[in-house]
């Protein structure tokens, strides 16, 4: 059997494996008879196979560059007693993976152990996005994680002054810090895979008229210290913008080919010293969009299918309710039920209801045409097996590994 290793972000085939491939077929089949017919077949009452968790809206940094700064601090969290019925009726329809993260800070959520050793006792695999403040809430739940969980830790800096400046976290913390924490961690269950998240950010780049803290040359640093640290991976990805709601990429949103140019050229010769300073033990990776910024393919890129199939195997469940796609979390076209809208089998039917006319009528090509979709390789290989008419059966089955989507 075809095995998934090395393949984080091939979607493709994590929706293949042994445990998802029913649910892929089942869904393509129920795509064509809709097309077909024009009449609908219900969507098949299968849980998404992974979703992210917004635990609270709280957030304890005030990071300028934050997407999700208007929907943090709103006040409202999920309580224990939701997130335990929700998991509860998704597990029982196919869950199997939780991207604890936010909107606002998840390890502030005063549950925050609680809630991982819940989604590890329902046999979910579980990841964790953090700013890395409270790793001491990771240490204590550190051993109930196995072989494919993760804590990945946005830092966005190498360097003291621009960790500050790109986090204004409270004065007690400090990368040096948050740093110890992490080896510390690690050091508790080395199967962790740890990551360390970095937001590309370029000099002329201004949010609610505040200029963001260029980090481009600290880039190999990052790498260096990653090493040193014990983390296992870099992630690198490029600063995105939130206008009216959509996020956008940042970098092309103004025509100027020589600014691009050189853009391109200093992270691309960063990332180069980046290779040459990592030891090979720490893997650096390249979000979809940062290869498409530095490929010059933004463009092509931002061209999705009318029908955004991912929907159907990921969505976020939030304080604000639950929506079709982590970019539009807190947006209202993406919001397709109440927070509790998984507690339980009927309100699991009534929000699946709502997924249903949001596969029918949201327009991914209209409304998602200003950024490169992480999922848009996926949603592209999906639409063309759907028109393609070839047989659910033909789809080879790769052995089980990891489905964070
Ligand atoms: C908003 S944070 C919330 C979770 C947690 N508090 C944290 O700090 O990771 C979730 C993710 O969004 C990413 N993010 C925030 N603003 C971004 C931007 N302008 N461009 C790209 N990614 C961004 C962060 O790097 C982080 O990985």
């Given at each position: 059997?075809?095995?998934l290793?090395?393949?984080e972000?091939?979607?493709?085939?994590?929706?293949?494996?042994?445990?998802?491939?029913?649910?892929?077929?089942?869904?393509?089949?129920?795509?064509?008879?809709?097309?077909?017919?024009?009449?609908?077949?219900?969507?098949?009452?299968?849980?998404?196979?992974?979703?992210?968790?917004?635990?609270?809206?709280?957030?304890?940094?005030?990071?300028?560059?934050?997407?999700?700064?208007?929907?943090?601090?709103?006040?409202?969290?999920?309580?224990?007693?939701?997130?335990?019925?929700?998991?509860?009726?998704?597990?029982g329809?196919?869950?199997?993976?939780?991207?604890?993260?936010?909107?606002?800070?998840?390890?502030?959520?005063?549950?925050?152990?609680?809630?991982?050793?819940?989604?590890?006792?329902?046999?979910?695999?579980?990841?964790?996005?953090?700013?890395?403040?409270?790793?001491?809430?990771?240490?204590?739940?550190?051993?109930?994680?196995?072989?494919?969980?993760?804590?990945?830790?946005?830092?966005?800096?190498?360097?003291?002054d621009?960790?500050?400046?790109?986090?204004?976290?409270?004065?007690?913390?400090?990368?040096?810090?948050?740093?110890?924490?992490?080896?510390?961690?690690?050091?508790?269950?080395?199967?962790?895979?740890?990551?360390?998240?970095?937001?590309?950010?370029?000099?002329?780049?201004?949010?609610?008229?505040?200029?963001l803290?260029r980090?481009?040359?600290?880039?190999?640093?990052?790498?260096?210290?990653?090493?040193?640290?014990?983390?296992?991976?870099?992630?690198?990805?490029?600063?995105?913008?939130?206008?009216?709601?959509?996020?956008?990429?940042?970098?092309?949103?103004?025509?100027?080919?020589?600014?691009?140019?050189?853009?391109?050229?200093?992270?691309?010769?960063?990332?180069?010293?980046?290779?040459?300073?990592?030891?090979?033990?720490?893997?650096?990776?390249?979000?979809?969009?940062?290869?498409?910024?530095?490929?010059?393919?933004?463009?092509?890129?931002?061209?999705q299918?009318?029908?955004?199939?991912?929907q159907?195997?990921?969505?976020?469940?939030?304080?604000?309710?639950?929506?079709?796609?982590?970019?539009?979390?807190?947006?209202?076209?993406?919001?397709i039920?109440?927070?509790?809208?998984?507690?339980?089998?009927?309100?699991?039917?009534?929000?699946?209801?709502?997924?249903?006319?949001?596969?029918?009528?949201?327009?991914?090509?209209r409304?998602?045409?200003?950024?490169?979709?992480?999922y848009h390789?996926?949603n592209?290989?999906i639409?063309?097996?759907?028109?393609?008419?070839?047989?659910?059966?033909?789809?080879?089955?790769?052995?089980d590994?990891?489905?964070?989507?």
């Amino acid at each position: 059997m075809e095995k998934l290793e090395k393949r984080e972000h091939d979607f493709g085939a994590k929706l293949r494996q042994k445990s998802v491939i029913d649910n892929l077929r089942q869904y393509i089949t129920w795509e064509r008879q809709l097309r077909d017919s024009g009449t609908a077949p219900a969507l098949p009452p299968l849980s998404p196979v992974s979703i992210n968790l917004d635990l609270t809206s709280a957030c304890n940094f005030r990071c300028p560059h934050c997407v999700d700064s208007g929907i943090i601090n709103t006040g409202e969290a999920l309580d224990l007693d939701t997130i335990m019925q929700s998991l509860d009726t998704l597990r029982g329809r196919g869950l199997l993976s939780v991207i604890l993260i936010g909107g606002g800070e998840p390890t502030i959520h005063p549950d925050f152990e609680e809630i991982v050793r819940y989604c590890r006792g329902q046999g979910l695999q579980v990841g964790i996005v953090t700013n890395g403040s409270r790793l001491d809430r990771v240490a204590r739940i550190a051993d109930l994680l196995g072989e494919g969980d993760w804590v990945r830790l946005s830092l966005d800096a190498a360097r003291e002054d621009t960790f500050r400046k790109s986090h204004r976290p409270g004065k007690n913390v400090t990368l040096g810090k948050i740093l110890a924490d992490a080896r510390a961690v690690k050091g508790l269950n080395p199967s962790i895979s740890l990551g360390y998240s970095y937001v590309i950010v370029w000099e002329g780049i201004s949010i609610n008229g505040t200029e963001l803290c260029r980090n481009i040359d600290e880039i190999p640093e990052a790498v260096a210290l990653a090493g040193d640290y014990g983390f296992d991976y870099v992630s690198f990805k490029p600063c995105l913008l939130r206008l009216d709601g959509s996020l956008k990429e940042s970098l092309f949103s103004r025509p100027d080919k020589e600014r691009e140019d050189r853009i391109i050229r200093e992270i691309r010769e960063n990332m180069d010293k980046a290779r040459a300073v990592s030891d090979g033990t720490v893997k650096i990776l390249e979000s979809v969009n940062l290869h498409a910024m530095l490929d010059r393919s933004v463009h092509e890129l931002k061209r999705q299918p009318k029908v955004c199939h991912s929907q159907f195997f990921r969505t976020v469940l939030a304080p604000s309710g639950v929506f079709h796609c982590p970019a539009y979390r807190g947006v209202p076209k993406g919001r397709i039920a109440d927070s509790d809208g998984y507690r339980g089998h009927e309100g699991f039917l009534s929000t699946h209801g709502s997924l249903e006319r949001s596969i029918r009528e949201f327009d991914a090509e209209r409304e998602c045409n200003v950024i490169v979709c992480f999922y848009h390789h996926v949603n592209w290989w999906i639409e063309r097996f759907i028109e393609s008419g070839r047989s659910v059966d033909e789809l080879e089955v790769v052995e089980d590994n990891n489905f964070f989507l």
